[in-house]
T-cell receptor, first 118, second 115 residues
């Protein structure tokens, strides 16, 4: 079974600074997808960024980028120019990509609570 | 596109009572998922539907839990004889199809408190 580990329960960053959230995962599959989701307080979870395992290029979405190290099974999220609205719980998630695997479900880490200080 | 909606948003019940939650997915989405999120944890998969067919159930879904998706539209999750350990946020998500990269869109969740 796949596992996702987020070793930082809480992180804080000053507004306009850069912060990196860590995630490691364990899998024996070669075809999979990795995601970062953001869950603001009392609001629904939204997708921040997605990475396909077969792509070597790291995904980027505006101020959000990932450092995907497939051999090390590491998938970190970098938030540049942090804004007050970035404050939220961030979850790293794994999804199988194979047709015969568990490609229907997301496996989440425990989350990292990000605080942005003005 | 009104997004995924869930009702009720909060439910407080006494141990032993039955509760039912409803999820309305995005209209064109044929896959619907239920997850459970307890305090300090990430969401855990419970079950999913493709159209009206329930294709997979997690071992977390005990016999007291039942989910339905009549006519492949909205879905209900019922918990019978609730226990304090059932207290959690129940999240519903939907996606356009089986392709793995299709994004799962989450609803706001139903927070259940069992007293």
């Amino acid at each position: 079974a796949q596992t996702v580990t987020q070793s930082q329960p809480e992180m804080s960053v000053q507004e306009a600074e850069t912060v990196t959230l860590s995630c490691t995962y364990d899998t024996s599959e070669s075809d999979y997808y990795l995601f970062w989701y953001k869950q603001p307080p009392s609001r629904q979870m939204i997708l921040v960024i997605r990475q396909e395992a077969y792509k070597q290029q790291n995904a980027t979405e505006n101020r959000f980028s990932v450092n995907f190290q497939k051999a090390a099974k590491s998938f970190s999220l970098k938030i540049s120019d942090s804004q007050l609205g970035d404050a939220a719980m961030y979850f790293c998630a794994y999804r199988s990509g194979g047709s015969g695997g568990s490609n229907y479900k997301l496996t989440f880490g425990k989350g990292t609570l990000l605080t942005v200080n003005p | 596109d009104t997004g995924v909606s869930q009702d009720p948003r909060h439910k407080i019940t006494k141990r032993g009572q039955n509760v039912t939650f409803r999820c309305d997915p995005i209209s064109e989405h044929n896959r619907l998922y239920w997850y459970r999120q307890t305090l300090g944890q990430g969401p855990e998969f419970l079950t999913y539907f493709q159209n009206e067919a329930q294709l997979e159930k997690s071992r977390l879904l005990s016999d007291r839990f039942s989910a339905e998706r009549p006519k492949g539209s909205f879905s209900t999750l019922e918990i019978q004889r609730t226990e304090q350990g059932d207290s959690a946020m129940y999240l519903c998500a939907s996606s356009l199809g089986p392709i793995p990269h299709y994004e799962q869109y989450f609803g706001p969740g139903t927070r259940l408190t069992v007293t």
